[in-house]
């Protein structure tokens, strides 16, 4: 999985890896938040402000929205 991690951390943060320290050495922290959604929040992608470490997740249905191996 190193793979979707680097990829996952560089569609968050905007940088292709981390500094030292890890995810605790951000100036701002990961926040997770709920995507404000149309009519079908299934069909939603993922959205993300890098400069704030925001990552907008719609309200699926189910948990069962990976498509990552």
């Known amino acids: 999985m190193p793979g979707f991690r680097s990829a996952f951390l560089q569609f968050v ?14 100036n701002q922290k990961l ?3 709920r995507k404000v959604s149309g009519s079908n929040a299934d069909w939603d992608l993922p959205s993300v ?11 699926y249905s189910t948990k069962k929205h990976d498509d990552h191996p």
Do not use: H, S
């Open 49 to 59: 402000m890098t400069c704030a470490n925001y990552l907008k997740l719609p309200p």
């Open 13 to 26: 943060t905007g940088a292709p890896r981390l500094l030292p320290g890890g995810l605790a050495a951000l």
């Open 31 to 33: 926040t997770v938040v």
